[in-house]
């Protein structure tokens, strides 16, 4: 295993001086913090009371703690509900059906004695050189497709990665022995059954990689938003952010006024802290998740850089 | 693959089996998506050469819309903006080649060195952070601190008795916050390809070094760095081969799209996004053909310098 050789080998001839090695860690230390800081300084300022920000402005540490933000997200905030509704739909089906396809061109191109194998792997790899550019690729897409305003924006230009097929047919070509797609033949299975109940169970290393990247993709999506959608109610919450973040205002003037008069909300309601509040619950998902799953991150890339 | 017999080979290549035919099915889906969303673009770069108009039906716009031959890439390069954007594109993209190379192989060898695991580990989760974070949200960071009215930054900057400063129309500062966030969001990513290099180098290497008596600093300099140089290589040129694009969020969205920052931010991805937006399609197309080609030739040449270098890193 790499890692092992990693703890013997260098480990064990590690022979910087203690100096070198506080001095590293310090570097480390600071760069560390500069990554992770940033993060923390939208979380406090997020926490932090609405007049505090407007007569004093951001923070570094919650100055004048409050909820109120969060509360009116609770609240006020059905379009902010709606959106992360949308953004976890579009990650959960995003996800499931990009893995699917990209599972399965992977499979039928790992397939050595496939007749077609030439042809579809030149399908899967001709993107990877020339495309058609962002102009025609969004007219075929609002246009011909009719994807304009749809859900489906949201997910089909990004189901499928040229580079995440190859690193399937990568992993099927080099992890899965023959014998055991033969025998399931023997067996009598066809290969859309083999595919399903044999080689997708074995393979949860990849899926999970492909899965991953997908799932990270998908839920940090904003272009698409912003290419194809027009309709507040579809927006994501990436979307709903990047509106808030040229116009503050635009939650209250969407929001469903209960009662109150859309500009008294617009008067009352924390925008400062709320567009704040809405990039933590973007963030706190992600960075919830990516320590957990940061070693399958690091074999998919590993996997990439093997050719099959 | 095991060596099959000569007969199967042969009946192989005449009859269409039931294995075949179930694979194909299998393939269809993912076929079909890659003929609707990637090829179908393809053909749509005609509307570079033609007079487009955004109303009604595609096909039958792309059919019907006259053939202006090379004028939209006249006015493209004709116009004030082609030399900034091209500037623009290439000149961060020279840097961000450099600075995405050099740092993160400091930093992966550096912390390779590190005495304590633990320590290593929780420093590379942190600064994996920035890599899994949107656009989105880091312009919103980037609010938070470059803000005029409230952001940290000024409000610093008042506290030792300076003027506050208009970030967001200031053209000067964001060469260098571009870099910046550049490399801050790529470098946790950047190190670990590299760290994963070096972990799996043969500790035998160092046994060796070690009993001939060599320094951490020679055998920094003899084993980890000769044996990173293909990756390297590796990294710079595909990087390369990616020159003509630029990462549109970064452009786009942490300069919050401020007109003051035109002549300094705007990249080939921004120019191409804006004018289709702003329905200049004749001007957006043209710029979109281009960079798909130029960038169909550096990736293909590229590609063909990695093969003389090593012919089993190459992608064909």
Redesign the interface.
Known sequence: M??K????????????SKG??IL??T???V??????V??I??LS?SLTNESY?RD?????FPADFSFEAYSFIAKQGTMILRALGTSTLVTVVGTVLGV???T??G???S??????KSF?TW???????????????????A???GLKDSFWALI??L??SSFN?IICKTFFTSTIP?GVIESA?IDGA???RI?FSIILPISLPVLATIGLFLC?SYW????QSMLYIDNPNLYSL?AL??NL??NADALARNAQSMGVSSAELIAKMPK?SA??AV?IL??LP??CA??FF?RYF?SG??VG?V?G | MSAKPEQLKRRKRFTWRKQDFELTLLAIPTTIWYILFCYLPMFGIIIAFKQFKISGGFISNVVNSPWVGFKNFEFLFKSNDAWIIIRNTIGYNIIFIITGIVLPVLFAIMIGLLHNRKASKVYQTMMFLPYFLSWVVISAVGWAFFSFDKGILNQFLGNIGHDPVNWYMQPEYWPYILVLLNIWKGIGYGMIIYLATITAIDSSYYEAAVIDGASIWQQTRFITLPLLKLVIVMMFILSVGRIFYTDFGLFFQVTRDSNSLYNVATTVDVLVYKQLKSATIGMASAAAFVQSVLGCITILSANWIVKKIDPDSAMI
């Open positions: 790499a890692t050789t990693y703890e013997s080998g260098l480990d064990k001839f590690n022979r910087t070198i090695n590293f860690n570097i480390f230390l760069i560390a913090l500069a990554c992770v940033p993060v300084v939208v300022i920000i004093v402005g951001y923070s570094i699917l396809l990209t399965s061109m499979y039928v191109i397939r050595p004695s496939y007749k077609l579809l399908i899967v790899f001709i993107p990877m050189v020339f495309n058609g550019g962002l102009v025609s690729s969004y007219f075929i897409n246009n011909l497709l089909l230009p189901a499928v097929v023959d033949e066809n290969q859309i595919f990270f940090n999506d904003w272009f990436q952010l990047n973040m040229t400062e567009r704040m990039a973007i963030i992600v960075a990516y320590p940061q690091i890339l590993t850089a050719k």
